[in-house]
Every structure is written in structure tokens, then in C-alpha cells.
């Protein structure tokens, strides 16, 4: 799971270790600020790609919706780039996907794995590229299966 990759050209920028995840995942959901159509066509092609439109991604303006629901693993997830603030963000959030077990978000480039209002994951990878004030680079993993989220976890990078 990716977020806030900013890349200008292809997929290369965001490193070997995202790289080989991606291309042993089933499923890749990007919650936005891709910024490239080139970029975006490469991770297709690696793997089953889901992705939203983030407020930096104006090559793919009317290529990718704002906000995303999708089925995965029996599990409701919903996509969007910008939850808004921190507070208030779980209720707002549950709000907004009332319907949603997992809610994927980033923009903030701050990665986030808690649980919200009536227990709904919220989940943002960070970014794998631009770590601003964090303390690394970060992506993020989710396995799903039998309607629930079996494991989660955010991957530091070096």
C-alpha cells in the first residue's frame, strides 16, 4: 500500500525494497499524489493497481476518482487522499464511509494504523519517497482474508 509517492517519471524512485513488495502483491492501493501517468501504467502492470486522486496529481486529473469503495478479501475499503485534519478524523471518516471496515488515506505523509469510530481501521502508508517530519520513508502492508484484516503493518525503510 502506497501513498504519497511523488513520482515525476516511472516507479524507480521509490526503491528496491517497495519494488520487490510490490511485485509480490496481489493488490496495490495507492491513496494518491502518484503525480505521473507513467508512474501509475507501471504499477498496473506490476500488479492489480487501486488508486485515488490526490491534490498534486494533475496529469491524472479525470483518470482517477477522489474517493474509492472497493471489496477486497471480504473486507469494504475506502480510498480518499486528504481525511482532513487529525482531529476529528475518526469520526469524520466513519461519517464519510460509514460502510467502510478500513479506511486508506494519506496526504500527510504521517503513517497512521489505529483504530477508528465503531472500530474501523484507519490507515495511512506515509510515503516511500518524501518522509518530511517523520523519521523514515514509509509504505504499508495489509493482509486480508475470510472479511477481515488478518495482519497489518507499516515498513520502515532505510
Known sequence: MLSDSHLTKGIDGIGDQVLDAVARADVVLHAGDITSRQALAELEVMAETYAVLGNNDRELQGLLPECRLLELGGVQIAMVHDSGSRAGRPR???????????????????????????????????????RRSQPHRTFGRLRLGGGRVLRRQIEILP
Do not use: I
Open 92 to 130: 469524520r471518516l466513519h461519517r464519510r464511509f460509514p460502510d467502510a471496515d478500513v479506511v486508506v488515506f494519506g496526504h500527510s505523509h504521517v503513517p497512521v494504523d489505529e483504530l477508528g469510530e465503531h472500530e474501523q481501521l484507519l490507515f495511512n502508508p506515509g510515503s516511500p519517497t518524501q
